[in-house]
């Protein structure tokens, strides 16, 4: 079955440069969520998309921007990176708003600011 | 807000023991409940959940989990482990949809690391 697939897989940038990450949820799932999961941390909610309008934030710095696109894939911008950056981005998908639905999590980009 | 307290950061435990991985949450409102298992370099997998209903949820791997309301807790168990059980699990919650939950993110507690010693 086809799962949630994150790109690139791993990134590695210099501080300061601006990285793309990109999401592509299960077929026929229209609500995106976005996580950063810092090394030996938990995940932590950024923001979610729920039929392409922006559903929820959370601890996403003023430096990030994402959206959701018509064929219901995200991207996440990330400007002016910092060495704090550097974690595993999670991209997760669910079928409906409500996420009483099972949200399935793609493998993740590792990001590494150099 | 919500919140998930994971007390254990690690638990080892012998394979073919049983094990019990601690969660406690905090929320004001009703709440979904979640573990998931994050096995190295890998996603989160979904392990079970409790929405509603009965209290005690199983999931297709022998690991099960009790909602307890009045001391809001949510421990995950396992009558005998496997090898293959070592990974990192998190006990997540969101809010009940009826309780103005949305799309809201989960929020996550730091983690158990279960490791299995042969």
């Known amino acids: 079955a086809a799962g949630v697939i994150q790109s690139p897989r791993h990134l590695i940038k210099e501080k300061r440069e601006t990285a793309t990450l990109k999401c592509y949820p299960i077929p026929r799932h229209d609500t995106v969520y976005w996580y950063q999961q810092g090394p030996g941390q938990d995940p932590q909610f950024l923001i979610s998309f729920y039929e392409k309008m922006q559903s929820d934030k959370g601890s996403i710095p003023d430096r990030f921007s994402a959206q959701q696109f018509s064929d219901y894939h995200s991207e996440l911008n990330m400007s002016s990176l910092e060495l704090g950056d550097s974690a595993l981005y999670f991209c997760?998908?669910?079928?409906?708003?409500?996420?009483?639905?099972?949200?399935?999590f793609g493998q993740g980009t590792r990001l590494t600011v150099v | 807000a919500q919140s998930v307290t994971q007390l254990d950061s690690q638990v080892p435990v012998f394979e073919e023991a049983p094990v019990e991985l601690r969660c406690n949450y905090s929320?004001?409102?009703?709440?979904?409940l979640f573990w998931y298992v994050q096995y190295p370099n890998q996603g989160l997998q979904l392990l079970l959940k409790?929405?509603?209903?009965?209290?005690l949820v199983e999931s297709i791997n022998g690991f099960e989990a009790e909602f307890n309301k009045s001391q809001t807790s949510f421990h995950l168990r396992k009558p005998s482990v496997h090898i293959s059980d070592t990974a990192e699990y998190f006990c997540?919650?969101?809010?009940?949809?009826?309780?103005?939950?949305?799309?809201?993110?989960?929020?996550f507690g730091k983690g158990t690391h279960l490791i299995i010693q042969p």
């Open positions: 409790y929405l509603s209903g009965s209290t």
């Open positions: 929320s004001s409102v009703s709440v979904y």
């Open positions: 997760a998908s669910s079928s409906g708003q409500l996420m009483n639905t099972e949200a399935f």
């Open positions: 997540a919650v969101t809010l009940d949809p009826d309780s103005g939950g949305g799309a809201d993110g989960l929020t």
